[in-house]
């Protein structure tokens, strides 16, 4: 069967070649696989969840959690996320010792103890109970703005256990972000107990780039596994447009959320509508059914907040 007949694949191409402003194959361009803006943080300037503030030395940097390559983008490697937070999503720094942060108009990077970020995180989410927490998440493609610096993997995996901890425990939805990790995202939550305990309520894997067949593996996870739900951009998503299709087509109608993945308030209507469209023809379903199956799909994730 042919991919999305009902697709029409012009607005697609358009969109790809909108997706984020970046010149395919260019050096800061990002994975086809991008679970949803590693370029698109960096350039917002926000925080990032590392150790440390990029290392002066190859050996301080390995000390301290992040690792200096020549190639931002080698595939063997890979850096934390940019986790930030909307007026109802908040985002945790890392856990080890300390935090890397920086501010909203992109200064330096400075040092965060554990114990600071911890309690300012937990703090926050204590006085906005209807806050979920996000996005958060691994990356391996990603640089700390303003840098050639990248985080250890295993660094971000730990960092990530702490946040989804935090988060089961206050019962808040998680959104993760995933770069190139996905069969390490399995395995972590593959390792909790079938029970669900230290699993959040509901976890959006966002902009979600991973095969069809994880999307499976996802869900059937034994004691958690209809707890995640799997969301699409076009402004991500819509860079390898047949993909695109095979996966909204291997989401449960009833796991399957939208997003604009926009970073300007301007772009979220036209974003929200061109994803519709196209997980619309993807299940060969009406422009308002596929709104009205989203929309109820949303009220049950961030329904377990309210």
């Known amino acids: ?49 590392s150790s440390m503030v990029p290392a002066t030395s190859s050996a301080a940097a390995r000390h301290n959690g992040v690792s200096k390559e020549e190639d931002p983008y080698d595939r063997s490697t890979g850096s934390s996320s940019s986790s930030t937070g909307s007026s109802n999503s908040i985002s945790g720094g890392s856990n080890s010792s ?74 808040r939805p998680v959104s993760i972000h995933c770069v190139r990790g996905y069969g390490h995202l399995l395995q972590l939550f593959a390792a909790l107990p079938a ?34 739900f799997f969301s699409f951009s076009a402004a991500i998503n819509a860079r390898a447009p047949d993909k695109l299709v095979a996966r909204v087509r291997a ?13 300007s308030a301007l772009l979220v ?4 509508a061109d994803i519709c469209y196209i997980v619309a023809g993807a299940k060969g379903w009406g422009l308002e059914e596929a709104a009205r199956r989203t929309l109820e799909n949303f009220n049950a994730f961030y329904g377990t907040t309210v």
């Open 1 to 49: 069967m042919g991919v999305a007949a009902n697709v029409d694949w012009s607005i697609m191409e358009k969109l790809a070649g909108m997706a984020g402003g970046y010149e395919a194959g260019g050096p800061q361009s990002p994975p086809e696989e991008d679970g949803g803006g590693s370029g698109k943080q960096a350039e917002k300037g926000c925080g990032c969840p």
């Open 98 to 171: 300390s935090a890397a942060t920086c501010s909203d108009s992109g200064g330096p990077l400075a040092i965060v103890p554990h114990a600071s970020w911890h309690a300012r995180l937990r703090g926050l989410l204590s006085a906005y109970p209807h806050a979920l927490v996000g996005e958060i998440g691994i990356d391996r493609a990603a640089v700390i703005p303003g840098s050639r610096a990248r985080v250890r993997f295993d660094h971000q995996l730990a960092l990530l256990r702490e946040q989804l901890a935090l988060a089961a425990e206050l019962s």
């Open 195 to 228: 029970s669900g305990a230290g699993c959040p309520p509901a976890v959006m894997l966002h902009s979600y780039g991973g095969s069809p067949e994880d999307v499976a593996r996802f869900c059937r996870l034994p004691g958690i596994g209809r707890r995640f």
């Open 251 to 263: 989401v449960p109608d009833d796991r399957l959320l939208v997003e604009s993945d926009q970073v």
């Open 269 to 272: 209507e036209g974003g929200m």
